[in-house]
């Protein structure tokens, strides 16, 4: 079974300024997807950035993105210019890419969130 | 298009009642998964459908737990005598269909559900 770790249960920032925040992950599969997503106190889940595994390039959403290290499992995501509006929980995903026939059948495995602080 | 709904938003029962989330995927959306999150924890699997199939129940509790997605209408997530452990927040997510393209698979969630349990 796939496992995702976020060791920092809570990171704070300054406005304007850059933060990255970790996730680990382990499996044994080599074809998945990553996902970051954050959810505000509204508690809506918003999707932030995706990334596949079979591609070496690092995802990049404006001012959101990945740093993934496959040989590694880790999977992080960095934040530019922060703004008061970021600061919300983050969750890293997993997700298999297996689905015919697998076990997966596309759902998501969560790590179990850090919480960002941005200060004015 | 409206997004994935979800209703209640807030559902308050006392130990012992029946509990029933409502999801109403995105149009177009066949497939639906449930996840729960309890408090200060990130979302957990429960449950996979399809239009009038469970394809997956891995994350489901094997009593008191149940889902539904007919033909029509939306998918319902029902609990029975409730317990103070079944506070938390309950997603529903949908997408379009699982193939291997990851635009395809994107999964939109719901507002969620609050439960309460007093």
């Known amino acids: 079974a796939q496992t995702v770790t976020q060791s920092q249960p809570e990171m704070s920032v300054q406005e304007a300024e850059t933060v990255t925040l970790s996730c680990t992950y382990d499996t044994s599969e080599s074809d998945y997807y990553l996902f970051w997503y954050k959810q505000p106190p509204s508690r809506q889940m918003i999707l932030v950035i995706r990334q596949e595994a079979y591609k070496q390039q690092n995802a990049t959403e404006n001012r959101f993105s990945v740093n993934f290290q496959k040989a590694a499992k880790s999977f992080s995501l960095k934040i530019s210019d922060s703004q008061l509006g970021d600061a919300a929980m983050y969750f890293c995903?997993?997700?298999?890419?297996?689905?015919?026939?697998?076990?997966?059948?596309?759902?998501?495995?969560f790590g179990q969130g850090t919480i960002l602080t941005v200060h004015p | 298009n409206a997004g994935v709904m979800q209703n209640p938003r807030h559902l308050v029962r006392r130990r012992g009642q029946e509990a029933r989330l409502r999801c109403s995927p995105m149009?177009?959306?066949?497939?639906v998964y449930w996840y729960r999150q309890l408090p200060e924890e990130g979302l957990k699997f429960m449950v996979y459908?399809?239009?009038?199939?469970?394809?997956?129940e891995s994350g489901m509790p094997k009593e008191r737990f149940s889902a539904e997605f007919p033909k029509e209408g939306p998918s319902i997530l029902r609990i029975q005598q409730v317990v103070r452990g079944d506070s938390a927040a309950y997603f529903c997510?949908?997408?379009?269909?699982?193939?291997?393209?990851?635009?395809?698979?994107?999964?939109?969630f719901g507002p969620g559900t609050r439960l309460t349990v007093l």
């Open positions: 149009k177009g959306h066949s497939h």
């Open positions: 459908l399809q239009k009038e199939n469970i394809i997956d």
């Open positions: 997510a949908s997408s379009m269909k699982i193939t291997g393209t990851s635009g395809m698979n994107e999964q939109f």
């Open positions: 995903a997993y997700r298999s890419a297996r689905i015919a026939g697998g076990t997966s059948y596309g759902k998501l495995t």
